[in-house]
């Protein structure tokens, strides 16, 4: 999990191809790259990190061979940092301005309804039902087949349901799970997790869950965060979204406790995912 507290811009000038012919550049132009590096040590370490990424580009602009990278390989999480729990449990807002728990070892695992049915082919029966008795996002069919699973599953961990916006949430405990390894992967295929969701775990080696409404949810246009690099005009800005964003989703839950299945299981991560996200109150889902 690369979340970083300093970070650095280098800009380079590079011979990149702008036509090509069979495949193979015929005309070539120079063009700037911005390369960003982070670090949790020193300025000096973030932009020696920025500088090696504009030489393996430039290196594979120009052909070079160079080593190649592991099966799997960590990318940044260019987030601003909101509050540390501990190490390996920290709180940043994400690009569109909602905070989210990044989490090395709690397993989060997203499920999408439409996708978790269309994955046991049922999603053209739940639409019929949806259009015939109106039945809610709350699909209890779709919490009664999530069960099903565990139960088959006959571990000894500890599993928390949430019920979310478009489907549910599960919240693993019980085990430190490492977001790209294998056994991750399983889980993630066992429950029908959301693909996107899933690969952007493997990617960044962590479990990433949302603790604040979807601006758009709550009546707010999407705003893009300008991250690490904000003019002061910017930052303004920023702060200024943030304060009416905060506002108005503080009227939101982002998930609602629905129940657990295994031993009881005392997390202070739980805690801080519960509270975030109002799992215990009767407001509107966002």
């Known amino acids: 999990m690369k979340i970083f507290t ?3 811009k280098y ?3 590079m011979r990149v191809p702008i036509e090509f012919q069979n495949w193979q550049p015929v005309k070539f132009g120079n063009e700037v790259y911005t390369f960003i590096g982070g670090s949790n040590q020193s300025y000096e370490d973030a932009l020696s990190k920025a500088v090696a990424k504009a030489d393996i580009v430039s290196a594979r602009i120009e052909g070079k061979r160079i080593p190649s990278k592991p099966h799997y390989y960590e990318v940044e999480i260019r987030e601003e940092i909101i509050a540390t729990i501990d190490e390996k449990n920290i709180i940043t807002r994400n690009r569109y301005g909602a905070l989210v728990l990044n989490s090395q070892n709690v397993m989060s695992i997203d499920i999408d309804s439409d996708y978790f049915l269309q994955a046991t082919a ?3 029966l739940r639409k019929l039902f949806k259009f015939i008795f109106g039945i809610s996002e709350s699909d209890p069919d779709i919490l009664s087949q999530i069960e099903k699973i565990i139960k088959r599953l006959d571990s000894p961990l500890t599993f928390r349901i949430y019920q979310t916006f478009a489907g549910y949430r599960l919240l ?3 085990h430190k799970f490492e977001a790209n390894h294998f056994q991750t992967k399983e ?5 029908h997790s959301d693909p996107l969701y899933a690969h952007l775990c493997f990617k960044q080696n962590c479990f990433r869950s949302r603790l604040s409404a979807k601006p ?3 009546g707010l246009k999407r705003k893009k965060i300008i991250f690490p690099f904000r003019t002061e005009t910017e930052n303004e800005e920023h702060t200024i979204w943030v304060r009416g964003y905060h506002q108005r989703a503080d009227q939101y839950s982002v998930c609602r406790f629905v129940k657990q299945i295994g031993p009881d299981c005392s997390d202070k991560v739980i805690d801080y995912h519960d509270k975030f996200c109002k799992v215990h109150s009767s407001l509107p889902l966002a």
Not at 187 to 191: E, S, V
């Open 172 to 174: 693993v405990m019980g």
């Open 6 to 8: 300093i970070w650095a």
């Open 187 to 191: 889980y993630f295929k066992i429950f």
């Open 122 to 124: 049922r999603r053209g």
């Open 11 to 13: 800009e380079q000038l």
């Open 216 to 218: 758009w949810r709550i």
